[in-house]
Nanobody, 121 residues
Framework: QVQVEESGGGLVQAGGSLRLSCAAS????????MGWHRQAPGKQRELVAT???????NYADSVKGRFTISRDNAKNTVSLQMNSLKPEDTAVYFC???????????????WGQGAQVTVSS
């Protein structure tokens, strides 16, 4: 059973910083992609950032230059450093992983329960 668990988040004033962390556990042959999505009240879930096993990153335009995603392949963890936060960054942030059970096998995804980030103006 693969599990994904987020930590971090909380309440911060605009312009401040927060760090989210996520750990994946369970039996996996490899984790291809790790990333973060977010969902604000009344809005659809949107991609924030992803990182491949080789370190290639992808960011939403709205967070480029402010957020940094990183991962530790040995520990199966991914982090999201969020700087210069804005009230519009307020959302529940979900960590997810895309993994394989064996070489050349199917890709599966698993999502965490979410971590609340609230940015006050």
């Amino acid at each position: 059973q693969v599990q994904v668990e987020e930590s971090g988040g909380g309440l911060v004033q605009a312009g401040g910083s927060l760090r989210l962390s996520c750990a994946a556990s369970g039996t996996m042959f490899s984790i291809n992609i790790m990333g973060w999505h977010r969902q604000a009240p009344g809005k659809q879930r949107e991609l924030v950032a992803t990182i491949s096993s080789g370190g290639s990153t992808n960011y939403a335009d709205s967070v480029k230059g402010r957020f940094t995603i990183s991962r530790d392949n040995a520990k199966n963890t991914v982090s999201l450093q969020m700087n210069s936060l804005k009230p519009e960054d307020t959302a529940v942030y979900f960590c997810y992983v895309v993994w394989q059970a064996r070489a050349g096998g199917l890709l599966y995804d698993r999502w965490g329960q979410g971590a609340q980030v609230t940015v006050s103006s």
